[in-house]
């Protein structure tokens, strides 16, 4: 009987000992370490490390806020998480507007319909004309190649719905007089050569 209870007291400590060894390889981690994966946003932080350290401190390039503040890095693991991450505009300042850095959203977003304005529901490309008309730069945030556009608008051979309605092509010269510029946001002036030849 005592051989057995001496069995189980070493099967115990052993794996208390096993188990303290995995705490302590986790709190080896360093703080961005242990938080790599979010419910929607993958952040790689060793990758962006890489690529920062030649402006300097890597950390400060997207966590601004530490500059003048924060020197302990305890302390910034115990802040709230929404201090914590990135901000948006500091994100898209590298990966949308300087476009130094790779612009596909599922990259870091794994299910990029979570990030999508509220507008674009389930038959938003059928009527999503307006917003384009009085909002190009909005679209241009996150549909930065311009083929997004035209590869659907300049298929005129596809079956795809028309941007016009039916027998749009004998009446679009008022509308073209009236605002090129209009037709400009979409068709480049050799849309219009294709059928107006200049005769002379």
Same mark, same amino acid.
């Given at each position: 009987?005592?051989?057995?209870?001496?069995?189980?007291?070493?099967?115990?400590?052993?794996?208390?000992?096993?188990?303290?060894?995995?705490?302590?390889?986790?709190?080896?981690?360093?703080?961005?370490?242990?938080?790599?994966?979010?419910?929607?946003?993958?952040?790689?932080?060793?990758?962006?490390?890489?690529?920062?350290?030649?402006?300097?401190?890597?950390?400060?390039?997207?966590?601004?806020?530490?500059?003048?503040?924060?020197?302990?890095?305890?302390?910034?693991?115990?802040?709230?998480?929404?201090?914590?991450?990135?901000?948006?505009?500091?994100?898209?300042?590298?990966?949308?507007?300087?476009?130094?850095?790779?612009?596909?959203?599922?990259?870091?977003?794994?299910?990029?319909?979570?990030?999508?304005?509220?507008? !674009?529901?389930?038959? #938003?490309?059928?009527? =999503? %004309?307006? &917003? @384009?008309?009085?909002?190009?730069?909005? $679209?241009?945030? *996150? /549909?930065?190649?311009?083929?997004?556009?035209?590869?659907?608008?300049?298929?005129?051979?596809?079956?795809?719905?028309?941007? !016009?309605?039916?027998? #749009?092509?004998?009446? =679009? %010269?008022? &509308? @073209?007089?009236?605002?090129?510029?209009? $037709?400009?946001? *979409? /068709?480049?002036?050799?849309?219009?050569?294709?059928?107006?030849?200049?005769?002379?």
């Amino acid at each position: 009987m005592r051989a057995l209870f001496l069995a189980a007291f070493v099967l115990l400590f052993l794996f208390h000992l096993e188990c303290f060894a995995g705490e302590a390889e986790a709190e080896k981690k360093k703080w961005w370490e242990k938080r790599e994966a979010m419910e929607d946003l993958y952040f790689p932080h060793k990758a962006h490390m890489e690529a920062l350290k030649e402006r300097g401190d890597p950390c400060l390039s997207c966590h601004p806020f530490l500059k003048n503040t924060i020197t302990d890095t305890k302390t910034v693991d115990e802040l709230n998480v929404i201090l914590n991450e990135p901000l948006e505009a500091i994100c898209h300042s590298c990966h949308v507007d300087e476009l130094t850095a790779p612009s596909e959203c599922t990259l870091c977003h794994k299910r990029p319909e979570t990030i999508w304005p509220d507008n !674009h529901n389930f038959d #938003y490309t059928s009527n =999503h %004309g307006g &917003d @384009a008309i009085l909002g190009s730069s909005d $679209c241009a945030r *996150c /549909h930065i190649s311009p083929s997004f556009c035209t590869d659907c608008h300049f298929s005129r051979d596809d079956s795809r719905a028309p941007v !016009h309605g039916l027998g #749009y092509g004998g009446g =679009h %010269g008022i &509308d @073209a007089r009236i605002s090129p510029g209009r $037709c400009g946001k *979409c /068709h480049n002036m050799m849309f219009c050569s294709d059928c107006h030849r200049a005769v002379r």
